[in-house]
């Protein structure tokens, strides 16, 4: 089982602003990255690190981190949003990497 | 513009060696980290490991004693070798390319996946 836990579905209504949270000890000593998914796609990165936003994201992305919580928001969600979102990060040992379990964002 | 195609056997027999090379257009492999992650019809990402230009490699624990990866820099290509798989092997695998730095990590570019089926 992932060291890293997320809730696994989350909905918004259309222009709101949803947060999804990924858990894990880990994350009181790394940073997060964040993908997303859409079906029969790639991953695509949105997010990572302290606050760095990849060049074509929108910047209705962002992500914040607060001891073992790294979270990941969407202010003024849009349908295009509609997606799987993992997290990533180390595992408990420092060592290896680790993904989330993911979320399922639905925009009403 | 960056791109990262997978290729190798889409169906492999139970017991046998998984197969798979990632080829990098666009750019170089170098200063990157490169991964190997999959995805399992239904179910989550697993990261499976990666490997530095220098060679050197760092796998999930969960494949270590199955899993091997390799570059060729000449080919720009990297590669992953599961050994002794099984049906649970059967998932979509996709090639990463890392960017690390100071503040912080990603995965920032991936190969559209390649599915692998084990069975007989």
């Known amino acids: 089982s992932s060291e890293l836990t997320q809730d696994p579905a989350v909905s918004v209504a259309l222009g709101q602003t949803v947060r999804i949270t990924c858990q894990g000890d880990?994350?009181?000593?790394?940073?997060a990255s964040w993908y997303q998914q859409k079906p029969r796609q790639a991953p695509v990165l949105v997010f990572y690190?302290?606050?760095n936003r990849p060049s074509g994201i929108p910047d209705r992305f962002s992500g914040s981190s607060s001891g073992d919580t790294a979270s990941l928001t969407i202010t003024g969600a849009q349908a295009e949003d509609e997606a799987d979102y993992y997290c990533?990060?180390?595992?408990?040992?420092?060592?290896?990497?680790?993904f989330g379990t993911g979320t399922k964002v639905t925009v009403l | 513009q960056v791109q990262l195609q997978e290729s190798g056997p889409g169906l492999v027999k139970p017991s046998e060696t998984l197969s798979l090379t990632c080829t990098v257009s666009?750019?170089?492999?170098?200063?990157?980290?490169w991964s190997w992650i999959r995805q399992p019809a239904g179910k989550g990402l697993e990261w499976i490991g990666r490997?530095?230009?220098?060679?050197?490699?760092d796998y999930n624990p969960s494949f270590k004693s199955r899993v091997t990866m390799s570059l060729d820099t000449s080919k720009n290509q990297f590669s992953l070798k599961m050994t002794s798989v099984t049906a649970a092997d059967t998932a979509v695998y996709y090639c990463?390319?890392?960017?690390?730095?100071?503040?912080?990590?990603?995965?920032?570019?991936w190969g559209q996946g390649t599915l692998v089926t084990v069975s007989s």
């Open positions: 990463a390319r890392e960017e690390v730095t100071y503040y912080g990590s990603g995965f920032d570019h």
């Open positions: 666009g750019g170089s492999i170098s200063p990157y980290y």
């Open positions: 490997i530095y230009l220098s060679g050197s490699t």
């Open positions: 880990s994350l009181r000593s790394y940073y």
């Open positions: 690190g302290e606050n």
């Open positions: 990533h990060s180390r595992d408990n040992s420092g060592y290896h990497y680790v």
